[in-house]
């Protein structure tokens, strides 16, 4: 099932705000217009949303909440996996739409599409699952009862690097929990949201449960929910610098936080690795999603006994990529999101070089429409630079050089992220040192790609708080609530 042309496929993408069910304009009628990053053309206008039409999805999510959480479980996981199967059966449309708004080739945006699915699948296995004790007290005088209950009403802002599977991985958990939403896309790639909120209608999602608001103002429109006393709950996933805004802002309410942030992966290739597989994994980790992953492998280290002969292998693949549109067949590299993001990663290349790094290959920004920008590698990077020091966010590999493996710890460490790291030995004891060593919300041993639906991603330090996937996932969205019983024994007694 495919809408036809993409022409038909952007008539098919409601271009409202989602609101108590209703797909409505912004008041004032105010829109936007969406970007193909490829071809710096409009490819639709949509509504955008003010601090009013927020306020009004969460008094939609506050109005539906009672209702939603009594809905039993299995009802609940019935909608995640119907929605599965409607994602499943769309996935070349859902793939072509993220393609269109975001650039990357179409070949990985199918990969999104099922790994986004997943998390649908995933939590309508989970619903039914949550669960509480019953016990005696130590002293034996009272009984325990532990039940969990949703957390209620839930913010989730999201980025625009991966626009549908960035938002199932937090609306799944929350509709498996029984918490009602109003999701903020981001500006920049709103349409597969838009699109994904309507087939949860069709899934059978009940009004008021999701809401979408798309918006150029972000923190005027999320500011005054966040301080809402209606609100239980904000997720978000994006920069370190916005979500230390947020979480400043959620602390006035002692609002719940789950906070997936910015990431600077170090990948450690170790002298006694299988070099290609450590190439191999190299090109994963630094190449999904054209670099623009939060789990993107933002420091190579390459311990000097294998540096050239990795470097060599690494370069010649790297030099294997073909950038044009996403769309377009044969191409393994697209554009970056915009001209601010392609024009950083420029500067930050230019201030390598200045720095003493060389470039080996890619490097320079190609004439032309759209924000393409290379497959870059530099050479001759030490710890010390800004390259290695802030997340790239872009198609640029800086390989450093390490002697021994408490150097590169240290280096690896030497960052205020710590959300992946990547190592590649064929001794276990080392591996497991490193994991040990490394502060890290995830270590990929000999592999490129960490992310998995069933595990729980997050990280430490400044790159998050909290756990999205997995069995940890629903936690995010559930509160603990204990209630305490007199020893039922204690009337039979006068009895
Ligand atoms: P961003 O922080 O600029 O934007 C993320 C979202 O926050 C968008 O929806 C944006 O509209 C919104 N936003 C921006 N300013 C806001 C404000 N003042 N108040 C409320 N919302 C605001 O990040 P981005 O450029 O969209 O995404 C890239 C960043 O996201 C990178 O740092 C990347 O590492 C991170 N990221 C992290 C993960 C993870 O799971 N840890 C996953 C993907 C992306």
């Known amino acids: 099932m495919s809408a036809g042309t993409d022409q038909d496929l952007l008539a098919s993408v409601p271009t409202g705000l989602l609101v108590g069910g209703a797909w409505v304009a912004a008041q004032g009628g105010k829109t936007f217009e969406v970007i193909d990053p490829a071809h710096g053309t409009v490819l639709l206008e949509v509504a955008d949303a003010g601090p009013e039409d927020g306020v009004a999805a969460l008094a939609a999510a506050h109005a539906a909440q009672e209702g939603w959480a009594r809905m039993a479980p299995r009802a609940r996981a019935e909608i995640l996996r119907r929605a599965f199967t409607l994602v499943t059966e769309r996935a070349e449309d859902f793939a072509r739409l993220i393609t269109l708004e975001m650039g990357k080739p179409l070949a990985e945006s199918r990969g999104e599409v099922a790994y986004g699915a997943e998390f649908l699948r995933w939590f309508s296995e989970e619903a039914p699952r949550i669960s509480g004790r019953y016990s005696t007290a130590p002293d034996g005088a009272n009984r325990l009862l532990v039940r969990k209950r949703p957390v209620g009403p839930s913010l989730l802002i999201t980025p625009w690097n991966f626009p549908l599977a960035m938002a199932t991985r937090k609306i799944a958990p929350a509709v498996a929990a029984g918490c009602t939403m109003v999701l903020k896309p981001a500006e920049l790639t709103p349409l597969t949201s838009m699109l994904f909120a309507q087939l949860m209608s069709e899934a059978g999602l009940p009004d008021g449960v999701l809401n979408v608001i798309a918006t150029t103002r972000p923190g005027e429109v999320t500011g005054p929910l966040i301080a809402d006393d209606r609100l239980r709950k904000l997720s978000f996933t994006g920069s370190t610098a916005v979500g230390r805004r947020l979480l400043a802002q959620a602390s006035d309410q002692v609002l719940r936080v789950s906070m997936e942030l910015g990431g600077n992966a170090p990948l450690i290739v170790c002298e006694d690795a299988d070099v290609e597989e450590a190439v191999s994994g190299a090109i994963t980790a630094k190449m999904r999603n054209g670099g623009e992953a939060c789990v993107a492998a ?190 039922p024994f204690a009337s039979e007694v006068s009895d």
Do not use: C, W
């Open 298 to 487: 933002n420091r190579i280290l390459v311990h000097r006994d294998v540096a050239e002969e990795f470097t060599r292998s690494f370069v010649a693949r790297m030099e294997s990529f073909v950038l044009g549109p996403g769309n377009e067949d044969g191409t393994t590299l697209g554009p970056l999101i915009d001209e601010r993001s392609r024009d950083k990663v420029a500067g930050m290349v230019a201030d390598a070089t200045q720095a003493g790094a060389t470039v080996v290959t890619g490097g320079s920004v190609p004439a032309g429409a759209g924000y393409f920008y290379p497959a870059t590698v530099l050479t001759g990077v030490t710890p010390g630079m800004a390259i290695v020091q802030d997340e790239i966010f872009g198609p640029v590999a800086p390989i450093v050089v390490f002697d021994d493996d408490a150097e590169a710890v240290r280096v690896a460490n030497a960052t205020p992220y710590g959300l992946v790291a990547f190592v590649f030995t064929r001794d276990l004891d080392r591996a497991f040192r490193y994991s040990e060593r490394l502060e890290s919300g995830m270590i990929g041993l000999n592999t490129g790609v960490v992310s998995n639906p069933a595990a729980p991603f997050g990280g430490v330090k400044a790159s998050g708080l909290g756990r999205e996937g997995g069995a940890e996932g629903i936690e995010e969205y559930l509160e603990t609530v204990y209630i305490g019983i007199r020893d």
